[in-house]
């Protein structure tokens, strides 16, 4: 058995902060290990507890993931948090198996011709990989969570449209592979609420018990309203970063996954308790302009302050 249950209770709203790792993905410059962690320790303090904390790639084509195995011992020593790092290939996740990280994370491409172009493999190749990946799971002493995000599963970068049955044949055989979660990842922004809201409802009902993540980049403006209609549809587990950093290779000009401050406030709106204080929450920022002073931030919360007489802290 994993860990499933305790890091994704039933009928809890999770936000995941993953500036740590997809925020950086692209980013010319990076936070060093010391800013790193006070950026998990202040966003901590401010209520967060899902860290995607780096990715186990080679040190010299992604120098900005080379201290991950530090970084998630730094989330580990923070009671009641779970640090998320993602695999590519065997290698990595016996790696990240030995790191101890809470929660092993992997990608399949929603479309044959992403797959081909991104990962020189087949679909059904990707799925045989996840699939080890569970039996190396099953296998090791801590058992981590094993989560597998479909990329591209509301519109392709190469094809264009994607058949939404097709993404929830990949949900049904990503949960036969042994995953304990199913990410729906809009990529490159390409969605809008009512393919959000239809392709998660599928998602849900196929994961019965499992939870169903939404990843959301807001490449057209549309990620706030989409993250609701995907709450709307039963998701419980929102992927954000802070300030919105982040981008894709394969949609340029992209302003990266959708501002981790919004999420959480949209998600109090809706009468789901995060926890959050929005007032800490926002200043972590600092660390992000300090240490990448050339990189955008986002966010309509931080530019416009919480509405007068909203409490900064959550329920």
């Known amino acids: 058995m994993t860990r499933v249950q305790e890091l994704y209770p039933d009928n809890k709203i999770v936000l995941r902060e993953v500036g740590l790792r997809d925020g950086?993905?692209?980013?010319?410059?990076?936070?060093?290990?010391?800013?790193?962690?006070?950026?998990?320790?202040?966003e901590y303090a401010a209520g967060v507890r899902h860290f995607e904390v780096g990715s186990f790639l080679p040190a010299?084509?992604?120098?900005?993931?080379?201290?991950?195995?530090?970084?998630?011992?730094?989330?580990?020593?923070?009671?009641?948090?779970?640090?998320?790092?993602?695999?590519?290939?065997?290698?990595?996740?016996?790696?990240?198996?030995?790191?101890?990280?809470?929660?092993?994370?992997?990608?399949?491409?929603?479309?044959?011709?992403?797959?081909?172009?991104?990962?020189?493999?087949?679909?059904?190749?990707?799925?045989?990989n996840v699939k080890r990946l569970c039996e190396l799971r099953d296998a090791s002493t801590h058992k981590p969570v094993v989560n597998s995000a479909i990329?591209?599963?509301?519109?392709?970068?190469i094809v264009g449209p994607v058949d939404p049955t097709e993404v929830l044949r990949l949900t049904e055989k990503l949960f036969e592979a042994g995953v304990d979660m199913v990410a729906i990842a809009d990529t490159v922004g390409y969605a809008g609420p009512k393919q959000v809201g239809e392709l998660v409802a599928g998602a849900v009902k196929i994961a019965g018990a499992k939870p169903i993540c939404i990843h959301l980049h807001d490449t057209r403006g549309m990620g706030i309203a989409n993250a609701s209609a995907a709450l709307d549809a039963g998701a419980r587990v929102l992927d954000g970063s802070l300030?919105?950093?982040?981008?894709?290779?394969?949609?340029?000009?992209?302003?990266?996954?959708?501002?981790?401050?919004?999420?959480?406030?949209?998600?109090?709106?809706?009468?789901?308790?995060?926890?959050?204080?929005?007032?800490?929450?926002?200043?972590?920022?600092?660390?992000?302009?300090?240490e990448m002073?050339?990189?955008?931030?986002?966010?309509?919360?931080?530019?416009?302050?919480?509405?007068?007489?909203?409490?900064?802290?959550?329920?």
């Open 243 to 290: 300030g919105g950093l982040g981008g894709c290779p394969f949609a340029p000009g992209a302003t990266g996954n959708v501002v981790f401050e919004d999420l959480a406030f949209l998600c109090e709106s809706k009468g789901f308790e995060t926890g959050v204080d929005f007032e800490k929450l926002i200043a972590v920022r600092g660390i992000l302009k300090s």
């Open 151 to 157: 990329s591209m599963a509301l519109g392709c970068s």
């Open 24 to 42: 950086l993905q692209l980013v010319k410059t990076f936070p060093s290990t010391a800013a790193k962690q006070r950026w998990i320790r202040d």
């Open 293 to 315: 002073p050339g990189e955008a931030l986002y966010g309509g919360l931080a530019r416009a302050g919480l509405p007068r007489g909203r409490a900064a802290k959550a329920a």
């Open 60 to 128: 010299k084509t992604f120098p900005q993931f080379a201290d991950v195995r530090g970084i998630i011992a730094t989330v580990a020593s923070l009671p009641g948090a779970y640090g998320i790092a993602l695999t590519l290939n065997e290698r990595g996740v016996n790696e990240a198996l030995a790191s101890g990280v809470a929660e092993v994370a992997t990608v399949v491409s929603a479309t044959e011709e992403h797959s081909q172009a991104n990962a020189n493999r087949s679909r059904e190749s990707a799925i045989a």
